[in-house]
């Protein structure tokens, strides 16, 4: 049995897979009316969301399947103190696959050790989103008619920023793409990307700051809002939060074919003046996104009906201990702190639920 956790637990030819399905029903959306029947998805959310749960639910009920769940935590026996692991197995009982946004990072993967069905990351904590990916990457295709030999400029909130940390890892493993950033100093890739995943693969990418300098060379620009819920303090949030603004003005130096991303919603970094520029695809990307869960539903299902084994965990060692107060770890007190060895070449071991660097 299968989960979504992080992008990279899908092969590249996965990922291909999954955008010839989405193209397809985007072709004949009959063909996969009830591919679902009898189906049920539950969404769990302890975060808020527009696009992402209520596009997995039209996804779910144009498969011919239903939806149950809860949209915020105050409703789920979250607020007397249930934990990740026990909601896991309890919606495991009522449903056939799970969909799950949280706060804290790594909760998904703590849901997909104890569930008995399949679980999907809608979103945990400012970790990873690799849904948005799927959305992002068919939009891409779509556009740019490939994955590879592309410049991507990223720009906004590059630390918390989920869905660049995921779409960043999805595109190491196509070829030629070359990779630029563009944030405020405070709020620059976190180390388990940019070492882990640009340096480490050899990607080049350079950062710059302002959007003017590398908008000449840029293929797709991926605009993103600074993620002000996980800010320290609001003063800060509202020191950097007109750092970086699209407006038609900046886009005068941009090809003529780029491509405009934006995984929303947004609040002012995309004026809405751009909107009407043919290179913005940000409501398409919004709606691409429920093809590719459609094409996600289907796959999971289809595999946890071949083969209801969970997958086995990687290797790890639990006499470390995780200090990002953002894990899971750190609030589910009798969870067991794991680290994997993720460079070998410098014994670098990261934490198996958050990913951070072991201190
Ligand atoms: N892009 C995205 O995740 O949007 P929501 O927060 O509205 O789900």
């Known amino acids: 049995m299968r989960s979504l956790i992080g992008?990279?637990?899908?092969?590249?030819?996965?990922?291909?897979?999954?955008m010839e399905t989405a193209i397809d029903i985007i072709a004949d959306p009959k063909k996969y009316s009830e591919?679902?029947?009898?189906?049920?998805?539950?969404?769990?959310?302890?975060e808020p969301s527009t696009r992402t749960r209520l596009s997995f639910e039209a996804a779910m009920y144009e498969l011919g399947g239903s939806v149950l769940g809860f949209s915020e935590p105050n409703s789920s026996s979250a607020v007397k103190g249930e934990s990740v692991a026990d909601t896991a197995k309890i919606l495991s009982c009522y449903a056939d696959i799970l969909v799950m946004r949280h706060f804290k990072e790594g909760a998904p993967y703590v849901a997909s050790r104890n569930a008995t069905v399949p679980v999907i990351n809608a979103g945990d904590g400012g970790h990873n989103h690799p849904t948005q990916t799927l959305a992002d990457l068919l939009t891409i295709y779509r556009c740019k008619g490939r994955l590879n030999d592309l410049t991507i400029g990223y720009c906004g909130d590059l630390k918390y920023g989920r869905t660049v940390h995921s779409l960043i890892s999805a595109l190491s493993?196509?070829?030629?793409?070359?990779?630029?950033?563009?944030?405020?100093?405070?709020?620059?890739?976190?180390?388990?990307?940019?070492?882990?995943?640009?340096?480490?693969?050899?990607?080049?990418?350079?950062?710059?700051?302002?959007?003017?300098?590398?908008m000449g060379e840029i293929d797709v620009l991926y605009m993103t809002r600074l993620q002000r819920e996980r800010f320290a303090n609001d003063d800060e949030y509202e020191c950097l939060k007109n750092?970086?603004?699209?407006?038609?003005?900046?886009?005068?130096?941009?090809?003529?074919?780029?491509?405009?991303?934006?995984?929303?919603?947004?609040?002012?970094?995309?004026?809405?003046?751009?909107?009407?520029?043919?290179?913005?695809?940000?409501?398409?990307?919004?709606?691409n996104g429920k093809?590719?869960?459609?094409?996600?539903?289907?796959?999971?299902?289809k595999e946890a009906e071949e083969n209801s084994e969970r997958e086995e965990e990687p290797q790890y060692?639990?006499?470390?201990?995780?200090?990002?107060?953002?894990?899971?770890?750190?609030?589910?007190?009798?969870?067991?702190?794991?680290f994997v060895l993720t460079d070998e070449e410098n014994g670098v071991y990261r934490c198996l639920y958050c990913e951070s660097k072991a201190r």
Do not use: W
């Open 7 to 18: 992008i990279n637990d899908f092969s590249v030819e996965e990922l291909d897979t999954l």
């Open 291 to 301: 093809y590719m869960r459609m094409a996600l539903i289907l796959k999971l299902l």
């Open 243 to 287: 750092s970086f603004i699209l407006t038609p003005d900046k886009l005068k130096d941009a090809k003529k074919d780029m491509c405009i991303l934006h995984p929303l919603p947004r609040v002012n970094e995309i004026s809405v003046a751009v909107d009407d520029d043919p290179r913005a695809k940000y409501f398409e990307q919004a709606l």
């Open 173 to 214: 493993r196509y070829t030629g793409i070359k990779t630029v950033l563009i944030a405020p100093e405070k709020l620059t890739l976190p180390s388990y990307i940019r070492q882990d995943v640009l340096e480490k693969k050899g990607m080049p990418y350079k950062q710059v700051s302002s959007l003017e300098e590398a």
């Open 317 to 338: 060692r639990d006499d470390l201990r995780c200090d990002n107060f953002r894990c899971v770890t750190a609030t589910e007190q009798e969870l067991q702190h794991k």
């Open 35 to 46: 591919k679902c029947k009898g189906k049920k998805l539950a969404t769990l959310f302890f």
